[in-house]
């Protein structure tokens, strides 16, 4: 084995990452990124000619449980495409914090692939099985892990703390505030956008529409914040000049935390509810008087419910999309008689030209949307149904994600067997084991009914999809007109092409399928 580590000539990547936590504590490329860019390099260097370093791979600014990181999988894509066959870090957390990811990487991937890992400090190598500081790599990464988490915790107590403060911790801050010079968490007025702000609320405390705002704005090229400060060519919008309108900022009230992420190990933000909300009073100067927040909130209401009446009548309503754009095409009002359809980005946007109208008539259309969708179900049988949903289960990878459940479990129950090596051989304490070993028990546990679940799924897939499936052609079908909320149930949305083609998408995938072959 020695002998043929001797021969190989490694081509070396280094892995380079600065953390979110480093950036916000102030850090810079010269103060770690280009230290651990020397000491990398010197490493390599030092190792002597079957050592060629190939390319320096640097993520700055993200965290060790995301390895959606750019140039990680840069590196990843020149690993499968031969170029790398070796990778060294500074440590194991440079590589990642999320311990199960990073064992897979350590002890699955890079094997599988070829890859010798080196971690420096951690006097890490994968392609030296007498290292026995590979064996304790697994308990290193569960610690990253753990710290990972409790900077995760530490950081989001401190951010409501100083949100109960009224402190701004927010990015970007709304149109008409930047932040103070001298203190980054207060807001000031900022005069160029402010007068922005007073017009639109001038304008609706004087009973003008949203949209009619959005139009002035539009033809009077006032900029939005993106075109204000950044320099991106974007247009007013109904959305944006609402939020604007509903925003207490210009009040002088902070509302903050109104959402959140998943987890420390998942980026999505989800939305919070209204009594998670931190709301601090007189934070900040006001740019609008209080009397007139309040009198526009309800013009804002008047027109959400009037719209909201007229969208009842259209069956198809919400459903509809242009085709060359994408945006949504709207029902207006009547022409000749008949009520017509136009391409929203058109409407708001004439002048600018960049759409078209989409003009026609809306009653021909759910006419002909209705009686094609019943000649088609009449001509579905409950076999075909059956057919197609057992072909989508082939193509939902149900085995794939157990495999990959198997595949954790197996891990982290390796992971518990070589703690266990570890204190038997006094390399952790009694009591590190047991606080690890309860942690890990506890992931298995969710992990196994996780994987029970899916299991269920599996099983119980194919006969929910086809009575679901078969449920709504039936209650369509039953009725002299359908209702709105049965075709948004059947329909995810109709496409309009210049032309007047129409492109119809069902949400059930098996029909979408059926309707090509029937």
């Not at 020695?2 to 010269?30: C, F, M, P, W």
């Not at 971690?119 to 890490?124: A, F, M, P, Q, V």
């Not at 790599?137 to 753990?146: C, G, H, V, W």
């Not at 759910?366 to 076999?383: G, P, R």
Request: proline share 2%; with cysteine.
């Amino acid at each position: 084995m020695l002998e043929q580590i001797e021969k190989t000539i490694y081509n070396v990547a280094i892995y380079i990452r600065l953390s979110k936590e480093d950036v916000d504590r102030g850090y810079d490329e010269s103060e770690s990124i280009k230290n651990q860019r020397t000491l990398l390099t010197e490493y390599v260097q030092k190792l002597g000619w079957e050592y060629q370093l190939i390319h320096t791979y640097v993520d700055q600014g993200f965290t060790g449980t995301n390895f959606n990181r750019p140039d990680f999988q840069r590196m990843i894509k020149d690993i499968e495409l031969g170029k790398i066959n070796m990778v060294v870090t500074k440590d194991l957390s440079r590589l990642g914090r999320d311990y199960i990811e990073t064992g897979e990487y350590i002890e699955k991937w890079f094997p599988e692939n070829n890859v010798r890992y080196v971690s420096i400090t951690d006097g890490i190598d994968t392609f030296e099985t007498s290292n026995g500081n590979n064996d304790i790599a697994p308990f290193k990464s569960i610690l990253n892990d753990m710290y990972s988490k409790d900077l995760s915790k530490k950081i989001r107590t401190a951010l409501h703390t100083m949100q109960k403060q009224g402190k701004w911790v927010g990015g970007k801050t709304p149109l008409g505030y930047i932040k103070d010079s001298n203190d980054k968490n207060k807001l000031i007025i900022y005069e160029p956008e402010a007068q922005i702000v007073r017009t639109i609320f001038n304008m609706a405390s004087n009973g003008k529409q949203v949209g009619t705002i959005r139009d002035y704005l539009n033809d009077k090229d006032i900029p939005t914040v993106n075109k204000s400060r950044y320099n991106k060519e974007t247009f007013w919008e109904n959305k944006t000049v609402k939020n604007i309108l509903k925003n207490k900022v210009y009040i002088g009230i902070t509302v903050q935390n109104k959402r959140s992420r998943i987890s420390y190990k998942n980026r999505k933000i989800r939305p919070n509810s209204e009594e998670k909300w931190i709301i601090v009073e007189n934070t900040h100067e006001p740019i609008i008087d209080k009397k007139v927040f309040d009198s526009v909130q309800k013009m804002v209401i008047v027109q959400n419910y009037n719209r909201n009446e007229k969208k009842n009548k259209f069956l198809l309503d919400g459903l509809l999309f242009c085709y060359e754009c994408k945006h949504k095409i709207g029902v207006r009002g009547k022409k000749n008689g008949n009520y017509y359809m136009v391409c929203n980005n058109y409407r708001r946007n004439s002048k600018l030209k960049l759409c078209t109208s989409h003009g026609f008539s809306y009653s021909n259309l759910e006419d002909t949307i209705i009686n094609y969708m019943k000649n088609l179900f009449q001509k579905i049988d409950s076999e075909k149904i059956e057919l197609e949903v057992k072909k989508g289960m082939t193509k939902y990878d149900y085995g794939k994600i157990l495999q990959k459940l198997e595949n954790e479990i197996k891990l982290i129950n390796n992971n518990i067997d070589q703690m266990y090596v570890d204190k038997l051989n006094n390399k952790i304490s009694e009591e590190m084991y047991e606080r690890l070993f309860e942690k890990l028990k506890n992931e298995i546990k969710q992990k196994e009914n996780e994987y029970i679940e899916i299991k269920k799924q599996k099983e119980d897939s194919k006969q929910d999809d086809t009575e679901k499936i078969k449920s709504v052609i039936q209650e369509f079908l039953s009725l002299n007109r359908p209702s709105p909320e049965i075709m948004k149930v059947i329909i995810n949305r109709i496409e309009i092409h210049q032309d007047k083609q129409v492109d119809l998408y069902f949400n059930f995938k098996q029909l979408n399928n059926l309707k090509e072959s029937t």
